[in-house]
């Protein structure tokens, strides 16, 4: 799978970028959302989010769902370096996962 935002920015740049916002920022967590290229639902406006480090996926679902206006009968997956977090996970639960996976 084709990533825009991995394409348009190194690895050096990201973690540069990362590692800024996290010296601005250490309650949160900089999180980039795209949809996958096959998908049929409609794009986000905005690709970079600080999420709280303890906001749960279930509740970052539930902000991506409303940005998305997608309706509840229609199915959203999200992953993590190609792994299905639980929904129970807080997101610096998830920033740790994504370091060691």
């Known amino acids: ?13 990201r973690c540069h970028e990362s590692a800024k916002i996290r010296s601005k920022y ?5 999180v980039v959302v795209e949809k996958a290229p096959k998908s049929s639902i409609q794009d986000i406006d905005k690709r970079k989010f600080l999420v709280p480090s303890d906001l749960t996926v279930a509740q970052f679902m539930y902000i991506i769902r409303k940005r ?33 996976i």
């Open 1 to 13: 799978m084709k990533w825009i935002f991995k394409e348009e920015h190194s690895l050096e740049s």
């Open 26 to 30: 250490p309650d949160r967590i900089p």
């Open 68 to 100: 998305i206006q997608l309706p509840p009968e229609k199915a959203m997956f999200l992953f993590v370096n190609k792994v299905l977090p639980t929904t129970r996970f807080v997101s610096s639960e998830l920033h740790i996962l994504i370091y060691y």
